[in-house]
């Protein structure tokens, strides 16, 4: 159970806050003054009188607090705040059980179920509204919390970042921004609710440093002229819920791209964009066989692509050509790092 609380002499909510609470109980006479005395303090009130309409209520009101029986016919409070905690739109809901039982198994099943409390009857309305201003507050920060880191990474989005949540275990992607979900699938066809194997590997071989706050190097994935990079961010969630010590992870991943260098080499030597995208590489250092799978081509195609190149910037050999071209493009790179 909580620690005690004070009762406050005025447990009115403050003025312009408005609150509902679900009671649910199979016995209304047993909590009709606790009805009584939280209308009187402000809140609306909805009431269930069994656990399957309890659900159906939560589910379309979305209270700010359960007050739940424990022991009702058919669904307990128990199952009741199971289901409730198993539905993404009810899950963040407070539950407070209303128990007659104080054996130690039947609290422990309280706060197994979900429960953030319990009181015991015979209710004492201003215990409870006590209580419930407690949790009340906690639900309200961790709501506006997440509203802010989401809003945060929603705004990475809009500067061309994009951030994904990672769990190093089993490589589930946990969350995932719009932005991050179309870079995945450009970059790694990657379109289900794991993280390409790449991105997993890198991570795990990099937890000791992560854990001990030094920043790891650095994933770039190519893409043709495109690259796109992760970089290890931060650790979230519960780590006391993670017995084997992984954890998920923020990462961040950005795309940049080449194709201003692309344009630039096809205006200076009159070339075709695929042949731009061939001296490009060759630029790069890479043969033609490498060139052919960077492409998608045969190398045989890739070297009639040389032919044709060496002839329109007059010279004989890749050498050549990289040499007149290699100026440009580290001079369009540095002016775009």
């Known amino acids: ?57 939560a589910r379309q009101a979305l209270p700010d607090m359960v007050l739940l029986d424990a022991m009702m016919p058919g669904i307990d409070g128990f199952e009741v705040a199971r289901r409730l905690k198993a539905d993404a739109d009810t899950a963040g809901i407070p539950v407070i059980f209303m128990t007659g039982l104080t054996e130690t198994e039947h609290l422990e099943a309280a706060f197994d179920a979900g429960g953030v409390d319990y009181v015991t009857k015979p209710i004492k309305p201003r215990e409870v509204m006590a209580r419930m201003g407690v949790h009340l507050r906690q639900a309200r920060q961790a709501r506006e919390g997440a509203i802010e880191r989401s809003q945060q990474r929603h705004a990475l989005d809009a500067f ?29 066809a990657c379109e289900g609710t794991v993280a390409p194997m790449a991105v997993v590997q890198w991570l795990r071989r990099h937890l000791v440093e992560a854990e001990a706050l030094r920043e790891p190097p650095r994933l770039t994935i190519e893409n043709g002229p495109r690259r796109l990079t992760f970089r290890l961010h931060q650790r979230v969630g519960d780590e006391d819920g993670d017995p084997q010590g992984q954890g998920d992870w923020l990462i961040v991943m950005q ?29 790069k250092g890479k ?11 045969s190398p045989a195609t890739v070297k009639k692509h040389l032919e044709r190149i060496h002839m329109k910037m007059g010279v004989e050999t890749r050498t050549a050509a990289a040499a007149m071209a290699i100026n440009r493009v580290r001079l369009l790179e540095s002016s775009s790092a």
């Open 255 to 283: 795309e940049t791209s080449n194709e201003s260098v692309l344009a630039a080499l096809t205006n200076a030597f009159g070339l075709t964009a695929r042949e731009a995208e061939v001296l490009y590489w060759v630029v």
């Open 1 to 57: 159970m909580s620690e005690p609380v004070a009762l406050n002499d005025n447990p009115r909510l403050p003025r312009g806050e408005h609150r509902v609470v679900l009671i649910v109980d199979d016995v209304p006479d047993n909590v009709a003054p606790l009805h009584d005395a939280l209308d009187d303090a402000g809140y609306t009130v909805l009431v269930a009188l069994d656990g399957e309409s309890a659900i159906r209520r």
């Open 287 to 297: 043969i033609n066989r490498d060139i052919a799978d960077i492409l998608g081509a």
């Open 160 to 188: 061309g970042y994009a951030t994904i949540t990672v769990r190093a275990l089993d490589g589930r992607l946990v969350w995932q921004t719009p932005l991050a979900r179309e870079l995945l699938r450009q970059h790694c």
